[in-house]
Nanobody
């Protein structure tokens, strides 16, 4: 298991940017697929982005393609989500997740470790 702590959330106007960070503790961070999910009030948790162990491949939900970028630094045990051109509909609690045996990156059940979440609020 790996422990995850998110940071970087906040309040931003529509069109603005935020960078979320996720710090991982534990061994062998590079063995884990990493992902970001989000949950808006009254809605189910949804997949946002994922990155493979080496960082060689990334995946995004359609609504954030071209606006969000996921990256990782295995030397620092960090994963990031750069969010640009933010929209009010991006408002949610954002969660970092780690999966050691992830096969289907969009499925939350594929990830065994989760952070506590960080709030992102985008005002119109």
């Amino acid at each position: 298991q790996v422990q995850l702590v998110e940071s970087g959330g906040g309040l931003v106007q529509a069109g603005g940017s935020l960078r979320l960070s996720c710090a991982a503790s534990g061994r062998m961070f590079s063995r884990y697929y990493m992902a970001w999910f989000r949950q808006a009030p009254g809605k189910e948790r949804e997949f946002v982005a994922a990155i493979t162990r080496s960082g060689g491949s990334t995946y995004y939900t359609d609504s954030v393609k071209g606006r969000f970028t996921i990256s990782r630094d295995n030397a620092k045990n960090m994963v990031y989500l750069q969010m640009n051109s933010l929209k009010p509909e991006d408002t949610a609690v954002y969660y970092c997740a780690a999966g050691e045996w992830t096969k289907v990156v969009v499925r939350s059940a594929e990830y065994g470790s989760w952070g506590q979440g960080t709030q992102v609020t985008v005002s119109s």
